[in-house]
């Protein structure tokens, strides 16, 4: 029997029984959406957390940290600082393609009447370049001037000196404007809070100077928008170290450590350091060649994979909840399947009398119940679509939306789609298979004379 003929016979049977035919196909676009849906949600959601885990920073980035300077350091030991020396240490590392460090400063910015905590970052052009900008431009390491870039809700932090409302203690927004307006900042905090005050020696203490300090950028993500650069102030590393020499000359630069002498060093230490990392794979490695020499290091890598492996089992416990509809579809199929042999018995018989092959007699069930599946899956993939978009629009409607990551919460991949559709005429296939291998053992003069 040729294959054309073994379609249309199994099409044909199918069509003779129409209503149940729909209720076995019926089952399986349930079970099939099912799945998909169930998939789906668990996909969004890890995909959604790897979103979030991504916009605190490059999932290839390891901070790191000196112990000395955070408090961690074991009593008695030589104190472990984060100086140029260990940066270029860092840069030898196998895997490493840069690495840049991070010194913070704490200073004032202030316009007009309002002033701000501004917690300057001089930063190295490596970390720089990650940095997305609204407006503006990124400083350049060939710069002569000192300029900052401001993170995109830094206004918030701004309040009225002369009243003490701002933003947070209900003030409307900040009359401020970064980029169209000058920005004093005051580096040296200590004076500027003891002005007319006196020192040690009786001196009267003047007020710190201001310097005007122009912006450069800020950074992307509008009024509402966050990331991890959105309330902080980034300039060049360069410049800042060359700014703040100027200011303080032979005075300790604040937060910067003394020696046992309690004199100033003679090189910066810096707060912490960024290492980057030519791939994901090597993130692990990497850290743990700086935990070895002595440093606290940590990556959203590390977030990112503990994650991951909740969101696994999550999937599988939903895909486990989709699967079971479809093995009670499966077991439709094979009920309706074990009572088409029981209505074609002599059908049958007639056929093995004629010389039809048993493979044929096989095959014509397999196919029958592979179109089932073939059927349903489609209907079920367009049925999982339907409803993972009703799903995405009703979560993107609601309050749970303002509190989770940004997109849909039910993801279907390609992938899922083809596999799912497979899955489902495989089921069907392996449902008829047990049928069909009665079908093919039935002796034909039984068949005949069944009534």
């Known amino acids: 029997m040729k294959l054309s003929d073994l ?17 076995t196909v019926l089952g399986v676009i349930i079970g099939t959406a099912s799945i998909v849906v169930m998939l789906s949600l668990g996909i969004g959601q890890s995909e959604a957390q790897k979103e979030m885990i991504e916009s605190y920073g490059s999932l290839t980035t390891i901070n790191v940290y000196s112990p000395s300077m955070y408090g961690s350091q074991e009593a ?31 200073a004032i910015a202030k316009q007009g009447a309002y002033e701000a905590y501004l917690n300057l970052q001089g930063v190295g052009p490596e970390y720089m370049e990650n940095i997305e900008l609204s407006e503006g ?26 009243t003490g409302e701002g933003f947070w203690s209900g003030e409307t927004e900040p009359d401020v404007d970064l980029m169209g307006r000058s920005v004093f900042i005051i580096f040296d905090q200590n004076a500027y809070y003891s002005q007319g005050g006196t020192d040690a020696d009786g001196n009267v203490i003047a007020a710190p100077k201001k310097y005007i300090i122009p912006t450069a950028g800020i ?6 928008g966050y990331s991890n650069y959105s309330y902080g102030a980034y300039c060049d590393i ?3 170290k060359a700014k703040l020499k100027s200011i303080f000359k032979k005075e300790q630069i604040p937060g910067q450590p003394a020696n046992s002498k309690g004199k100033p060093l003679s ?29 606290q290091a940590s990556s959203n890598m590390e977030w990112l994979e503990q994650s991951q492996d909740s969101m696994r089992m999550q999937q599988a416990v939903l895909g486990g909840i989709g699967a079971v509809s479809l093995f009670v579809a499966a077991i439709g199929i094979a009920n309706t399947m074990m009572m088409s042999i029981y209505e074609r018995t002599k059908e049958i018989g007639v056929m093995k009398v004629l010389g039809c092959d048993m493979g044929n007699i096989r095959d014509m069930f397999l196919m029958e119940s592979g179109f089932i599946g073939l059927a349903g899956g489609v209907l079920g993939i367009i ?55 009665r079908a093919m053992r039935l002796s034909p003069l039984n068949a005949i004379r069944n009534e």
Not at 137 to 151: A, C, M, N
Not at 219 to 224: Q, S
Request: charged share 15%.
């Open 7 to 23: 379609l249309n016979l199994s099409i044909n049977n199918l069509k003779r029984r129409k209503l149940r035919t729909f209720l």
């Open 76 to 106: 008695g030991t030589e104190p472990l600082y984060l100086t140029d020396d260990s940066i270029e240490e860092f840069k030898r590392i196998e895997h490493v393609t840069g690495a840049s460090p991070i010194l913070s400063f704490s």
């Open 137 to 162: 431009h990124l400083p350049k390491p060939t710069d002569q001037e000192l300029s900052i870039v401001y993170g995109n809700q830094m206004i918030y932090n701004f309040y009225n000196s002369k």
């Open 219 to 224: 950074t992307d993500g509008g009024p509402t």
């Open 238 to 240: 360069d410049l800042l």
């Open 267 to 295: 090189y910066f230490v810096y707060d912490s350091a960024e290492v980057y990392v030519d791939d994901m794979d090597h993130v692990a490695e990497v850290q743990d060649a700086l935990s070895r020499m002595g440093f």
């Open 383 to 437: 049925l999982s679509l339907t409803i993972s978009k009703v799903i995405n629009v009703l979560y993107l409607n609601s309050q749970a939306a303002m509190y989770g990551a940004a997109g849909n919460i039910s993801r279907i991949p390609l992938w899922l789609l083809l596999l799912a559709l497979i899955f489902a005429v495989l089921v069907g296939m392996l449902a008829g298979l047990m049928p069909a291998l």
